[in-house]
Each structure stands twice: as C-alpha cells, then as structure tokens.
C-alpha cells in the first residue's frame, strides 16, 4: 500500500511537471506577445517590459527561473496588471469550488439514484424516461443549456437574477454544470447496477432470503460504484476549473473566467499557473479514487 502510494505520487509529480513544460513552450511558440496592444507600444517601452519581466532571457533561463519559483510556491505576477498570481487564485478559486463542488454532489446523488431505480425497473415506464432524459442532457453542452436557463428563468420569468452575490444566484450555474455529468452518470449506474444483480453472489443472498433493501444497498450497488468513481475523480477537478464558459454565461467571478481573460490577454504567467493549477487537481483527484477504490470493495490489492 505505502509503495503503491509513493508511487503515485512520484508519477504525480512527474505528470505536472510535463504539463509544466508543455505549457510553458507552447505559450512562447504562439506568434505575438504579452505586451501587444491595439496601439502599438514604443520599442523601448517594450524592452522595458521584457527586461522588467524576465522574458529577455533566453527560453531555456526562463523556463527554469519559472520552476525554481514555482517550487517557492511563487506563481509569478500578471503580465497585465502586476497583481499576485497567488492572490488572484486565492480570490476566485473559492468561487469556482464553491459552485463545481456543488454540481458535482448534485451530479452524483441523482445519478447515482436514477441509475439504479432505471435498473431495478428496466423495461417500464420510469427506466424509459429516466433513459430519455439522461441521452437528452448527454447531447445538450453546458453553454447551450446555461443560456436556455438564464434566457427562460432570468429574463423571461425573472424568478433568478442575472447576477447577485447571493447562493440563489448558483442554482442555475450549479443545474447547468451537473447536468452533463449527472445523465452519464446515470446511464453509468444502470449499468454496473444491472452488472451486479446478474452476479452469482446477488442470486446466493436472495436465495438466503436477504431482503431487498440490503441486497440492493449493501451488496449490488457498493460494487456497482467502482466505475462512478473512476469517472467522478477527474470529474470533480474539470468542473471546479473548467466551468469558465458557464461561468462567463453567468457573470460569475471565478476562475474559470480568469483564464479566460488570461488567454485573451496572452497573459503568459496567469495561463500557466491555472494550467498547473488545474493539472495538480487532475491528479489528486485520480490519485484519491484509486484509494477509495479500496474502501468501496475490499478485495482491491495494491500492488
């Protein structure tokens, strides 16, 4: 157990550091720079610039004294506006935790009971709707359903605001964000919940005369939950970072819109350390399902 866990956590590193280096090149390989505007800046405003910056080292010097901060916690400044990278994740990070988190344990809890009530129904009227809705939000992007909700219950019926600092604002984001994930993982919980009831153990515990509550909750759907964490792993790490369309739709000051106007403004720094930020999360979270693996069916060995 503590060598497979070493393990991961060496490849962890690893993995975020490849990321690292992608990033970092691909950004410098783009045509244009940090500093253009729509009114070109003098040539020694711009030397200025890249001196004040680091970036008139060569790539190779500035991909290391990047690193080197890096593992000092330091994110770098703007480009832009010379503010803190850390302090600008600091302040919308909560925001888009707050509002991904949320759409996840929606995504989760519905699914996984829509999943398992079309499988013990399979055929009839309930598993046929659940079925139609789960392959209609699967079709259905996050933006498009996001702008149908603000048009139709912002604008139209006014039961929401558009935007107000307060938790009703996030029921229309948070609806928007877990659909997705909610229908497959609905259609992922039928599944492995039709799976388990046709497994030999399931048949010896009804025989037993188990009853069916516990032969559902306790056996059949504790191991029909492996593939849901799986998916709900990196799941949870791409919604909570990669909302940013949604919440751009929704004028939600989050991270996700940071990045946004990080790409727009070729803000080198800032793209890079939401990049990061969001890799690290993708591997944290992939590393806490494989140990939860262990939890939900004891059988696991870690090798």
């Not at 866990?5 to 691909?26: D, G, Q």
């Not at 504790?222 to 792993?233: E, F, H, K, Q």
């Not at 890079?272 to 944290?284: D, E, R, S």
Request: net charge positive; with cysteine.
């Amino acid at each position: 157990m503590v060598k497979y866990v070493i393990k991961r956590v060496l490849l962890a590193i690893l993995t975020v550091l490849i990321i690292c280096a992608i990033t970092f090149f691909t950004m410098h390989a783009i045509p244009g720079g940090p500093f253009n505007r729509e009114k070109a800046l003098s040539e020694s405003t711009i030397k200025a610039l890249n001196e004040r910056y680091g970036l008139d080292k060569p790539l190779v010097e500035q991909f290391f004294l990047y690193m080197k901060g890096l593992l000092h916690g330091d994110f770098g400044v703007s480009l832009k506006n010379g503010r803190n990278i850390s302090d600008i994740i600091g302040e919308s990070f909560p925001i888009s935790a707050k509002l991904g988190i949320s759409a996840m344990v929606v995504a989760l809890f519905f699914g996984t009971l829509f999943g398992s009530l079309a499988a013990l129904m399979r055929n009839k009227l309930p598993d046929r709707i659940i079925v139609f809705f789960s392959t209609l939000f699967t079709a259905v992007p996050s933006f498009v359903l996001a702008t149908l909700l603000l048009l139709v219950f912002c604008i139209k019926l006014n039961w929401f605001p558009v935007w107000s600092p307060t938790t009703q604002n996030y029921v229309l984001p948070v609806i928007a964000l877990s659909a997705y994930p909610m229908a497959y993982i609905t259609r992922l919980s039928k599944t492995s919940m039709l799976d388990a009831l046709s497994q030999d153990y399931i048949r010896t515990a009804r025989a037993k005369g188990v009853s069916k509550t516990k032969m559902i909750f306790k056996h059949a759907l504790r191991n029909s939950l492996i593939p849901v964490i799986t998916y709900a792993g990196p799941q949870i790490a791409y919604i909570i970072t990669g909302s940013m369309v949604v919440e751009t739709i929704f004028t939600i000051g989050g991270l996700g819109g940071k990045f946004i106007s990080g790409i727009t403004n070729r803000d080198y720094t800032l793209i890079m350390a939401t990049t990061i930020f969001l890799a690290t999360l993708m591997v944290i979270a992939n590393l806490i399902c494989d140990l939860l693996y262990k939890l939900v069916d004891p059988r696991i060995k870690y090798e």
